[in-house]
């Protein structure tokens, strides 16, 4: 099969598209064949060496895709070959801990692309417990943007911000892959969300996924802006995924008793914080990392319902990853990026 693989660190040459060996199926997994992979920011992250320096090579990295079942492992009664299925991004890979909630939380968690081999492939083995029937009738292309986003997104959105109907949110980058699911799921709880971001054009894509205040940074002070909207209170929640100097600003736009969560670090790892915010103010300052398979499937069903949509930002042929990796990189894509493994 045709493949996506990185033999070792570095910028985004080092991804090559070549041939590797077709996965077996072993007892109780699917093969899947590969009809979108999704790419992530972690990828690149993943590739420039920042997240696993122990990571063997050659691997394959991708942490999203969609396709259909091509062949089935002993054992397998769940799904059909043909099925069109959505991978879901991680989970423990150790049997005895599939039931560890959060499962980011189980020893052996990983992610696909990261723990065992990712989806820049035609074809992906996997256990069947970790995918999902795709009966949303989206595109391939379109599905392949949903599992990390839009399971981390109800994750942070929805159970460790606890955003509920009538809340002011805050949610950064809003036309992000990540930024722009999270306001979809703010809006399908029934909340009003800001967004920042740094272009007029971006700027357009967040208020098109739903966005009812977007502060453009580059020429606005977004903490101003949060208090002039909640008429001085601050924003009820704030998802930041930037972290570095943003960090305390968010802090900052949050309410007394307001709930601040950590979803990245864009902007860097390290921020300096006044403690004050919190002794005097009672603010939470929260994190989360990957979302479960439940999360991901409560997103589908809002998918399904209409309030939650998929933003494909651009295509590409799988050959073209290196390009992928630098689009993403260098923010000049709104939504997300996507390959085609079976593109020319």
């Known amino acids: 099969m045709k493949a996506s693989v990185i033999h070792e660190f570095g910028d985004t040459e ?20 590969i009809l979108a992979s999704g790419v992530n920011r972690l990828d690149h992250y993943i590739r420039e060496g920042s997240v696993a320096p122990e ?13 259909e079942i091509e062949a089935l492992g002993e054992g397998v009664s ?11 991004p991680g989970f423990p890979v150790e049997k005895n801990e599939y039931s560890v909630r959060p499962a980011a939380t189980a020893p052996s968690f990983t992610l696909q692309g990261l723990g065992t ?15 999902i029937r795709d009966d949303t009738s989206l595109t391939p292309e379109e599905t392949a943007t949903l599992p990390v986003v839009l399971a981390s997104g109800v994750r942070a959105v929805k159970k460790v911000g606890g955003v509920k109907a009538g809340d002011k ?9 990540s930024g722009s699911m999270q306001i979809q799921v703010a809006k399908a709880l029934g909340a009003q969300v800001a967004t920042t971001v740094r272009s007029d054009e971006k700027g357009e894509l967040a208020k098109r996924v739903g966005a009812d205040l977007v502060i ?36 900052d736009a949050a309410k007394q008793l307001g709930v601040i969560v950590v ?21 939470q300052l929260k994190g989360t990392l990957s979302g479960d398979k439940e999360d991901l499937e409560w ?24 390009l992928a990796h630098k689009l993403i990189a260098d923010n000049k894509v709104g939504g997300n990026v996507v390959l085609l493994p079976w593109a020319d």
């Open 14 to 33: 080092v991804l090559k598209y070549e041939d590797v060996p077709t996965p077996g199926v072993r007892p109780g997994h699917v093969l899947v064949k």
């Open 55 to 67: 990571l063997p090579f050659p691997h394959i990295l991708g942490i999203d895709a969609s396709g």
């Open 78 to 88: 769940s799904f059909s070959i043909g099925d069109r299925v959505i991978t879901v």
């Open 117 to 131: 081999p990712g989806t820049y492939a035609q074809y992906l083995e996997t256990p069947q417990e970790w995918i």
């Open 169 to 177: 949110v805050l949610i950064h980058s809003g036309a992000s892959g």
């Open 216 to 251: 453009n940074t580059s020429r606005e002070d977004f903490v101003e802006k949060v208090l002039e909207w909640t008429e001085g209170r601050g924003a009820d929640v704030v998802i930041d995924t930037l972290g570095g100097d943003v960090l305390p600003k968010s802090i």
């Open 263 to 283: 979803f990245g670090f864009v902007a860097g790892i390290e921020s300096k914080l006044d403690i004050r915010n919190f002794f005097f103010t009672q603010k």
């Open 299 to 322: 997103g589908l069903e809002r998918v399904k319902e209409g309030k939650i949509k998929a933003v494909v930002g651009k295509t590409l042929p799988l050959k073209d990853a290196s």
